[in-house]
């Protein structure tokens, strides 16, 4: 996980609340993504951004929103819209957006969200 | 159809031998491929990356890619029991700008 910081890291939440998890990273990378594992489960794409002021929805974006406002702050928004909340929940970055060859995803230590 | 799929295992192999994990895709324009190691509680951390048909050795570790047969796979040699985790397989497709697509991920056990 290096530069890349998850908190908390494990979330308790009731049915109908919002809640927010936060990412933050100090390696520079230009994008950041957040993904979704449920157990015996890869992972699943919620939202990405590739640069600041800018994201666009993955596989699963219903019932998640996130902001971009910092290049290094990509924070998800869990609302109560979402029918099955709980999971592990993973930011990654990356550090250029642009041309594959991909560059590699490194991943935050992740965020572990139980809805009471 | 999923786009990468691994067999979920569990794989047990002896201390010692060699494990072989395997993946395969269904974009046959996909252009990187990468090997996640996950600990049971924990976020998956790169071992290889491999673009180029071939064998790519690190370590105790291969990545072989095949992409007129679309697998690609990867060697642990001499198998430790500190290498129990999930191996999950990422893929890169065609006109998915940066986008990796990830496999379920197969779980090993290493028996001492």
């Known amino acids: 996980d290096g530069g890349i910081t998850q908190s908390p890291k494990y979330l308790f939440r009731k049915e109908g609340q919002n809640v927010t998890l936060s990412c933050e990273q100090n390696?520079?990378?230009?994008?950041m993504y957040w993904y979704r594992q449920d157990p015996g489960q890869g992972l699943r794409l919620i939202y990405y951004?590739?640069?600041?002021?800018?994201?666009q929805k993955g596989d699963i974006a219903e019932g998640y929103s996130v902001s971009r406002e910092k290049k290094e702050s990509f924070p998800l928004t869990v609302t109560s819209a979402q029918k099955n909340p709980t999971a592990f929940y993973l930011c990654?970055?990356?550090?250029?957006?642009?041309?594959?060859?991909?560059?590699?995803?490194?991943f935050g230590p992740g965020t572990r969200l139980t809805v009471l | 159809q999923k786009e990468v799929e691994q067999n979920s295992g569990p794989l047990s192999v002896p201390e010692g031998a060699i494990a072989s994990l395997n993946c395969t895709y269904s974009d046959r324009g996909s252009q990187s491929f990468f090997w996640y190691r996950q600990y049971s509680g924990k976020s998956p951390e790169l071992i290889m990356s491999i673009y180029s048909n071939g064998d790519k050795e690190d370590g105790r570790f291969t990545a072989q890619l095949n992409k007129a047969s679309q697998y690609v796979s990867l060697l642990i040699r001499d198998s430790q029991p500190s290498d129990s985790a999930t191996y999950l397989c990422?893929?890169?497709?065609?006109?998915?700008?940066?986008?990796?697509?990830f496999g379920g991920g197969t779980r090993l056990m290493v028996k001492p």
């Open positions: 390696l520079n990378h230009d994008a």
């Open positions: 990654a970055t990356q550090r250029r957006a642009d041309v594959p060859p991909t560059d590699t995803q490194y």
């Open positions: 951004s590739q640069i600041v002021n800018d994201f």
């Open positions: 990422a893929v890169n497709p065609n006109n998915a700008g940066n986008m990796l697509t």
